[in-house]
């Protein structure tokens, strides 16, 4: 007979005071219940007792600040034997000086509004969106109607497009330079190697020091008589002034005629003469072609005996003699008018804009005739050139060297008028730059700055290394 | 306790705190500048409810040790534990912006993020092993006489062999022989054996089942000393052949043709059957160790995650 299972005989194996047997698993249970909660309380009385300051810190500092994570003092202040958990205003401007966004504004916030510190090592400076929404959303000044877009929130969600590419705007650089023509391949001379253009070929940042294709290096040498400020036209703001470039490579410099243009746009001015007129004011180039002749002449004075060119000569204009015998500064004259002639009327037009050209011998934009002089300069309209768009917001174009340059200035393929802005429109920027972790930082903070720069007061400083260096509060 | 159809409302109302929670979270974080923050009015909320639920969960321990008092049922205690003591990882965590922060903080997150999880992982070990050991441990014990009822069919297996096999110097003839181990009534008489000292107070006398001679009786005896005492001794030990089903039950067919009697057999059924037993008791022991060893994690954590929690509020509600 099998055995069998009883309820009766259960119960008698069993000894009913079991549970009140300590077993080792209720006795492991219990001590380590103990063990743990004792060890905690050791461990923060330890750290409470080592003066160790991150014990009850919020987190750790910005990267900027992380050489006072243990200087609580330096932010917070003492109160009964702890640390107000509010940074005051005046710690942070005792280090820093925070000048107001604008003038007109209707309210500023506390630093610690927008700069959040205990965050970890992040970047203090770059702030929320929220920050600056907080009046941007629906703007107001103390002046009545805002000059800017009152209701942005974000670039994605309000952000207008560029002023520079609003309705009406254009260039109001004078050269008058076809982007269309000199992206296509282009024959140099009549018998020279065609070439194609890359945009780096005459558009760099200042820093880039690599050696111009199209340069000439005597006129890249050269140091004209202007000064490449004079030839930049200021996109103005309002208010808080341009970010100044740190690196020397975040904007595209102007272009120059001695490494860009010059290997090119030749300035010959005579056939007598192979080197060119310098890319100068009109006086200097007056100059430098008197002299030039003078030293021609003085070097073949034959050449003081003009023969009758028919070829040149114009309808209605006198007869000159067959053959003429001039003094030296006659011919002079004579050659310098023609010479100036083809340089205003041509030369320097090819590019530049310009205003009162001496006419023509009775016609303008004909040659003068032989024997006629003139020493009526014109003037060279300003370049204009824009440097920078857009004064309220920085932008790195090293940041962006892994892009083609036609990826985001797509017209310049295509644009055949100066007129035209090249820059790319904010729908170009959104492609990248936008919320989530397949997009660039979108944050106002990418471009924009909050403080008035120009308006910076200096402070006083307060720390020494050994104060700073040292771990004690 | 099984997470079924009783705990729906204990979910839908903790689903819904979630949800008000997150939404009142998303908008505090998108509309301030700061993002959250644990000082905010809001932070402040988050903080002081969610460990007010962590103190409710660790209520549970106490409540259990007083289960007279009439404080409602053990079950919607546990119910309350096991919800409530969810829901204080997001509160927490809204509560921190989902930053860690300093020191302190960060040791507490950790303690919250470990408790939480190993409570989950409790929580499921106790929704499905109660099924399994039922269905695994037919003759499951009470834990902590797992060792005295090893002890029991030892002697059992002792009692057996000796009837049919003659003394072997295990039995001892106490009273508590006549109980049976794991609960079974021995019904089965066997012969007195001469010289066995104590075996026939074991169980009833019968004649049956003869005595067999030392011939016959040795693959029985060599088998039962080299292999199955061991075994009943050591039943956790690993490598044994007894110690797994299928070959326990092969090495007792091989014993069987080895044995003439057909009374013997019987014995043999028997000592399987106690193989068997203790088996079933190693595996209940694994399962009970897998059911419980987690609160050797779960419950200091969180006394220590309780305490330095009241530190952390005293601090921040005092600075």
């Known amino acids: 007979m099998a055995r069998t299972r009883t309820t009766k005989k259960l119960a008698q194996r069993i000894d009913l005071n079991y549970f009140k047997r300590p077993s080792a698993s209720k006795r492991a249970k219990f001590w380590i219940s103990v063990v743990v909660p004792v060890m905690a309380l050791a461990w923060i009385t330890g750290q409470g007792l080592s003066g160790n300051p991150r014990i009850y810190s919020s987190g750790r500092m910005s990267e900027a600040h992380s050489v006072l994570e243990n200087q609580c003092a330096t932010c917070h202040v003492q109160q009964a034997g702890g640390f107000s958990a509010k940074a005051a205003d005046t710690a942070c401007l005792s280090c820093h000086d925070g000048p107001v966004h604008h003038n007109d504004q209707v309210k500023t916030p506390e630093c610690a509004m927008c700069h959040s510190e205990h965050r970890g090592r992040i970047n203090i400076s770059a702030v929320s969106d929220r920050a600056c929404d907080e009046c941007h959303a629906d703007l107001k000044t103390k002046t009545g109607a805002p000059n800017y877009a009152a209701h942005i929130r974000s670039l994605e ?112 001015f005579d056939k007598r003469f192979e080197k060119g007129v310098p890319h100068d004011k009109p006086e200097i180039i007056h100059l430098f072609v008197v002299k030039k002749l003078r030293d021609y002449i003085a070097a073949h004075p034959g050449d003081v005996r003009v023969t009758r060119d028919p070829d040149r000569e114009l309808a209605g204009r006198p007869i000159l003699p067959e053959a003429r015998i001039l003094t030296p500064e006659q011919w002079v004259a ?73 990826s985001c200035h797509s017209k310049a393929v295509s644009s055949t008028n100066a007129k035209d802005i090249l820059l790319p429109g904010i729908a170009i920027c959104q492609t990248c730059h936008a919320p989530g972790p397949d997009h660039a930082e979108s944050r106002c903070s990418e471009c924009h700055t909050y403080h008035d720069w120009s308006e910076r007061q200096e402070v006083t400083p307060k720390f020494t290394l050994p104060t700073i260096r040292s771990t004690s509060r | 306790m099984r997470i079924d159809k009783s705990q729906r409302g204990w979910a839908i109302a903790s689903l819904i705190i979630l949800a008000g929670s997150t939404t009142a979270y998303v908008f505090s974080a998108h509309e301030s500048p700061r993002g959250a923050t644990g000082g905010s009015p809001l932070g402040l909320l988050f903080g002081s409810i969610g460990f007010g639920f962590m103190i409710f969960a660790a209520l549970l321990g106490a409540r259990k040790r007083v289960p007279v008092w009439r ?87 002792d009692r057996s062999v000796e009837a049919i096999c003659g003394p072997l110097g295990f039995s001892k003839g106490s009273p508590e022989d006549s109980l049976r181990a794991g609960g079974f009534a021995a019904m089965r008489p066997v012969a007195p054996v001469a010289g066995s000292a104590g075996s026939g107070t074991a169980v009833a006398a019968a004649a049956e089942v003869l005595v067999l001679s030392e011939e016959e009786s040795a693959p029985l005896r060599r088998f039962y000393l080299q292999e199955m005492r061991p075994f009943l001794e050591h039943p956790k030990k690993r490598g044994q052949r007894l110690a797994d089903a299928d070959k326990a039950a092969a090495a007792f067919a091989g014993l069987r043709t080895l044995l003439p009697a057909l009374a013997a057999h019987a014995i043999l059924d028997d000592l399987m059957e106690i193989c068997d037993e203790a088996r079933q008791l190693v595996r209940q022991e694994r399962l009970h160790h897998l059911l419980h060893n987690w609160l050797l994690v779960h419950i200091p954590l969180s006394l220590a995650l309780i305490l330095l929690g009241a530190i952390h509020a005293v601090v921040a509600f005092r600075y």
Request: net charge negative; glycine share 8%.
């Open chain 1, 157 to 268: 969600d309000g952000h207008p497009q560029f002023a520079a590419l609003r309705d009406g705007s254009y260039d109001p650089g004078t050269l008058k330079l076809n982007h269309a023509i000199h992206m296509q391949p282009i024959r140099r001379s009549p018998n020279g190697p065609v070439v194609n253009l890359e945009c780096g070929d005459c558009h760099r940042p200042a820093a880039v020091k690599t050696n111009w294709i199209y340069a000439d290096e005597r006129y890249g040498a050269a140091k004209p008589s202007y000064s490449e400020e004079e030839e930049i036209h200021l996109v103005k703001a309002n208010n808080l002034t341009s970010h100044a470039p740190v690196t020397g490579r975040e904007l595209m410099a102007p272009v120059k005629f001695g490494t860009a243009c010059s290997s090119c746009h030749l300035l010959t």
């Open chain 1, 334 to 406: 004579e050659r310098s008018t023609e010479d100036e002639h083809l340089l205003w009327r041509k030369t320097c037009q090819e590019c530049h804009t310009l205003r009162n050209v001496p006419p023509g011998a009775g016609n303008d934009g004909a040659m003068p005739a032989s024997g006629t002089t003139s020493h009526a300069l014109p003037e060279v309209e300003k370049s204009n050139t824009v440097a920078r768009w857009m004064p309220h917001a920085r932008f790195d174009h090293d940041a962006h060297r892994g892009f083609t340059c036609v």
């Open chain 2, 71 to 157: 404080i409602g049922r053990a079950q919607a205690w546990m119910r309350g534990h096991l919800w409530l003591g969810l829901l204080s990882l997001p509160l927490i965590l809204f509560h921190g912006g989902f930053h860690f922060g300093g020191l302190l903080t960060e040791v507490l997150m950790w303690l919250l993020i470990i408790t939480v999880a190993s409570g989950i992982f409790g929580a499921i070990l106790q929704h499905y092993l109660p099924t399994i050991m039922t269905r695994n441990v037919p003759l499951e014990t009470i834990y902590d006489e797992i060792g005295h009822v090893h002890s029991l069919l030892r002697e059992e297996a």
